[in-house]
């Protein structure tokens, strides 16, 4: 099989320089505290909560959807900000890891994680949970080096 022309001119990702301050790595203390607990308590992460059914079904359908028409479906697992990993209670970890187990076992579906970008600390995030935009080339890289590499 030919490769992609996305393929032919792939370049390896690079390690990021998280050099410059963000958003995230600026703001401390009591704000920064703040921040973490609305985001948190506004999904509500930070206590049990179960699925919503209705959210997993059409998530589901959705999936279903894609692959009735022929589209590859792949899970991304993004980076997010070691205060934010820290502040979703275990019982949610437990859950959505769970679930996504098993979306993955009953559609053949993969797996792409990202998360250990997160070791390059708060200097990579643009908040709690979301990569600064310095860095989405690089997280576009990986996508693609990864279809690339796996999944053609």
């Not at 600026?26 to 509500?44: A, D, H, P, T």
């Not at 992460?45 to 059409?58: H, V």
């Not at 098993?102 to 070791?119: E, N, R, V």
């Amino acid at each position: 099989q030919e490769k992609s022309k996305t393929c032919e001119h792939n370049t390896a990702p690079k390690e990021p320089e998280a050099t410059q301050e963000t958003y995230w790595s600026r703001i401390q203390g009591e704000k920064r505290s703040l921040e973490l607990l609305s985001r948190l308590g506004g999904f509500s992460l930070d206590k049990p909560s179960p699925i919503d059914p209705l959210m997993a079904e059409y998530y589901e359908k959705t999936i279903q959807l894609f692959l009735g028409y022929g589209i590859k479906v792949i899970f991304i697992r993004f980076p997010v900000s070691k205060d934010f990993q820290k502040g979703v209670h275990p019982e949610n970890t437990s859950a959505i890891r769970d679930y996504t187990s098993s979306l993955q076992k009953k559609y053949g579906i993969p797996i792409l994680d990202l998360g250990y970008l997160a070791k390059h600390g708060d200097k990579f995030f643009e908040n709690e949970d979301h990569v600064h935009q310095d860095f989405f080339p690089l997280i576009g890289q990986l996508i693609i080096n990864d279809y690339c590499t796996n999944r053609q």
